[in-house]
């Protein structure tokens, strides 16, 4: 979805390195989302925030912190990088009004590559 | 917490029906069900979704019995391009994991 934008849509770094994904959104949504993909697998959820105050642990958490800088902005950081967070990282936003209940959309990915 | 499962894969033809089933046993009385589809290396992107009975909209049908324990995605008339992974994802209040799961990876044959 064009409206979810994830910076950068790829990156290979190395062990150790700090690493920060950007996701912005033009949707006006509230709730923002990060997961992860890893190869023939489904997607897993990591952080999530329902609002700019909000911050949510998913099912993976461990290795990884967020930061919602505005209702347009969420951030997720990788702050010391092991080769096995090598994975497809998506950011997604919901809203949780009208008739459809809280449809994820989600941005293109980041493909991580950790050496 | 609501999981979701469904066969790991399907083949089809080009123009049939293909019906693709989700079992959530635990599934809450405020979750909704959703299905996404997903091609390689692009994000998920939404098809339908429902509460309760049938829904249906341009692009496929969604059946889910009284008891609510399982759903069906009915894809009419399949084409190559309906290729994908497909999820179901059970969520609502009280199912803030929103669990993926591995998806049903649906091959549609020429």
């Known amino acids: 979805d064009a409206d979810v934008t994830q910076t950068p849509r790829n990156r290979i770094t190395k062990t150790g390195k700090r690493i920060m994904l950007e996701c912005s959104q033009t949707?006006?949504?509230?709730?923002m989302y990060w997961y992860r993909q890893d190869p023939g697998l489904g997607l897993r959820l990591i952080y999530y925030?329902?609002?700019?105050?909000?911050?949510n642990k998913g099912e993976i958490s461990d290795g990884y912190s967020v930061s919602r800088q505005a209702q347009a902005k969420f951030s997720l950081s990788l702050e010391s990088a092991i080769p096995n967070q090598t994975a497809l990282y998506f950011c997604?936003?919901?809203?949780?009004?009208?008739?459809?209940?809280?449809?994820?959309?989600f941005g293109a990915g980041t493909r991580l590559s950790v050496l | 917490l609501a999981k979701t499962t469904q066969p790991i894969s399907m083949d089809s033809y080009e123009g049939q029906e293909v019906n693709i089933t989700c079992s959530h046993n635990?599934?809450?009385?405020?979750?909704?069900i959703t299905w996404y589809q997903q091609f390689p290396s692009q994000g998920p992107r939404f098809i339908i979704q429902?509460?309760?009975t049938k829904v249906t909209n341009e692009v496929a049908s969604l059946f889910i019995p009284a008891d609510r324990k399982s759903s069906t995605l009915s894809l009419p008339r399949v084409s190559l391009s309906d290729t994908a992974v497909y999820y179901c994802l059970v969520e609502g209040d009280s199912s803030y994991k929103l669990i993926f799961g591995s998806g049903t990876r649906l091959l549609v044959r020429p």
């Open positions: 429902g509460y309760k």
């Open positions: 997604a936003t919901s809203d949780d009004r009208g008739a459809t209940k809280n449809i994820q959309y």
């Open positions: 635990n599934i809450a009385t405020n979750d909704y």
């Open positions: 949707k006006g949504h509230d709730r």
């Open positions: 925030s329902f609002d700019v105050k909000d911050i």
